[in-house]
C-alpha cells in the first residue's frame, strides 16, 4: 500500500506515544518536583488525589465532548491545555510565584484534559486502521504495544531526564509532548463532530452507575478494589518518592523501580490472561492484597537497587490481576444493553 494510506494511522500512533510517553515521565517527574518544593508528603498526597480526582472527572466527560465538539478540537485544546498547565509550573517556579495551591490548579487543569484528549485519538483508530489495510486487531495490538512501551520506558527516561536535566525542566519536556500531541491529533483528526449525543451519553453513564450500586456483587467489589487502586498508587506517586528524596537515593534507581513494577504488571496481566479461568478470583485478589501488602513493608526499608528492582518487579506482579478482575466481573454480569 501507498505511503500516503499508512501516514494517518502512522501520524496518529506518534501522537498517542507522545501523549502517553509525557504522561509516564511526567508520573516521576511530578511527584519528585512537588517534593522538592514544597518538602512535604502530605502536599505531594494531595496534589496526587487531586490529580486523580480530576482525571476522573475528564474520563466522565471526555466521550461526550468528542461526540459534541468533534475529535480534532478536543485532541488539540486537550494538548495544548494541558501542556501550558505543565509548563506552567516550572515557570512559575522559576520567578518565584509558585505556590502550593497554584501548584496543584496547575496539575487539576493538566489532569482534567488527559481523558478527553486520549478519547478523541481512541475513537478514530479504527477507521484510520481501515485506512491503511489493517484489521481492529492488529490496531489494538499495536496500540497496546505503543501503551506498554510507555509504561516500561517512561519511568527510566524520566529518571535519566531529572537526573541530568533537573525536574523542572522534565516537565517542560513533558509539556512539549503534550502540545505536540494535540497538533499531531488536530492535523489527522476530522474537524467536525460525528453526532451530537451528549445527552444520551449523559443519561447512559448515570443508568451505568445505577446499575454499579444496586449490584450486590459488583458494589463492594468495586469499592474495595478502587480501594486498593488507591493505596497502590499512592505508593507509586507519593510514599516511594518521599522515602527516595528522604534517604537522598537517586531518582534514576526509582525509575527504573518504576519502570520494573510496569513490568511486572504487564506480566502478571498477561499470567492471568492464560490461566485466570482456572482460579478463583477470591483466590487471585487474596493472593495479590496479601503479596503486595508484604512486599510494600519489605520496600519501605529501601534496600539495595538488586533487592529494590525485584520487590518492584514483584509487586507489579501481584497487582497487575486486579483491574482485570474486576472488568471480568464487570463483563459478567452487565447486561448488554448498558
Not at 496539575?107 to 484528549?117: I, N, Q, R, T
Not at 527510566?156 to 502540545?179: D, R
Not at 474495595?224 to 531518582?251: C, E, H, K, T, Y
Request: proline share 5%.
Amino acid at each position: 500500500m501507498s505511503e500516503r494510506r499508512y501516514s494517518p494511522l502512522a501520524t496518529l500512533f506518534a501522537a498517542t506515544f507522545l501523549f502517553r510517553i509525557g504522561n509516564a515521565v511526567a508520573a516521576l517527574a511530578l511527584p519528585w518536583f512537588v517534593l522538592s518544593h514544597t518538602k512535604s508528603a502530605a502536599w505531594a498526597g494531595a496534589t496526587a488525589a487531586s490529580s486523580v480526582i480530576a482525571t476522573i472527572i475528564g474520563a466522565w466527560v471526555g466521550g461526550g465532548l468528542v461526540d459534541r465538539f468533534g475529535r480534532a478540537p478536543v485532541a488539540l485544546i486537550s494538548g495544548v491545555v494541558g501542556g501550558v498547565a505543565m509548563a506552567s509550573i516550572p515557570l512559575l517556579d522559576a520567578v518565584g510565584a509558585l505556590s502550593n495551591t497554584g501548584l496543584i490548579a496547575c496539575v487539576v487543569l493538566g489532569a482534567a484534559f488527559d481523558a478527553p484528549g486520549m478519547a478523541a485519538q481512541d475513537s478514530e483508530l479504527p477507521k484510520l486502521g481501515h485506512v491503511a489495510g489493517l484489521s481492529v486487531e492488529r490496531v489494538s495490538s499495536l496500540k497496546a504495544v505503543i501503551g506498554n512501551v510507555a509504561i516500561l520506558g517512561g519511568p527510566a527516561l524520566g529518571g535519566a531526564a531529572i537526573g541530568l536535566l533537573g525536574a523542572a525542566p522534565t516537565l517542560g519536556l513533558t509539556a512539549f509532548c503534550s502540545v505536540l500531541a494535540g497538533l499531531l491529533g488536530a492535523w489527522v483528526l476530522p474537524a467536525r463532530a460525528a453526532r451530537t449525543m451528549t445527552t444520551t451519553a449523559t443519561l447512559s453513564m448515570r443508568a451505568g452507575v445505577a446499575f454499579l450500586w444496586s449490584e450486590p456483587l459488583l458494589r463492594p467489589l468495586f469499592g474495595i478494589v478502587m480501594i486498593f487502586v488507591g493505596i497502590v498508587g499512592a505508593n507509586g506517586s507519593v510514599i516511594m518518592p518521599a522515602l527516595f528524596v528522604d534517604a537522598g537515593r537517586q531518582v534514576a534507581e526509582l525509575g527504573l523501580f518504576s519502570s520494573m513494577m510496569g513490568a511486572g504488571g504487564l506480566l502478571g496481566i498477561a499470567i492471568h490472561a492464560s490461566v485466570g479461568a482456572r482460579i478463583s478470583a477470591q483466590n487471585w485478589l487474596a493472593v495479590a492484597f496479601c503479596g503486595s501488602a508484604v512486599g510494600s513493608l519489605l520496600l519501605s526499608q529501601l534496600p539495595g537497587v538488586p533487592v529494590l528492582m525485584l520487590l518492584g518487579a514483584l509487586v507489579g506482579l501481584l497487582t497487575g490481576s486486579v483491574s482485570p478482575i474486576l472488568n471480568a466481573a464487570i463483563y459478567n454480569r452487565t447486561p448488554p444493553e448498558l
